[in-house]
Nanobody
């Protein structure tokens, strides 16, 4: 089992920045996928970004490319999401997920961007 705890959410104005963190504990390793998803009110959960394996290759949703950066600290079993140039449409609950098939999920952290 892997437990995930997100932090760093909050409320910012358009153009602001936030950094989300997700700390993993339990059966952790450094070879699995770590990613971020989000769900806005009335919408389905959507992929945001992911970082893969020891090499740390990354992928992003088109809507966040150039604004968000995902990174990981293997020593701390933590994945981060640096979010810059935030827009009101980025408002959502952000979830981290890890492992093949996104097996484990965190409880989510609210991000609100006001215009």
């Amino acid at each position: 089992q892997v437990q995930l705890v997100e932090s760093g959410g909050g409320q910012v104005q358009t153009g602001g920045s936030l950094r989300l963190s997700c700390a993993a504990s339990g059966r952790t390793g450094t070879t699995y996928e770590m990613g971020w998803f989000r769900q806005a009110p009335g919408k389905e959960r959507e992929f945001v970004a992911a970082v893969y394996g020891r090499g740390g290759s990354t992928t992003y949703a088109d809507s966040v490319k150039g604004r968000f950066t995902i990174s990981r600290d293997n020593a701390k079993n933590t994945v981060y999401l640096q979010m810059n140039s935030l827009k009101p449409e980025d408002t959502a609950v952000y979830f981290c997920a890890v492992d093949s098939g996104w097996r484990y999920w965190g409880q989510g952290t609210q991000v609100t961007v006001s215009s």
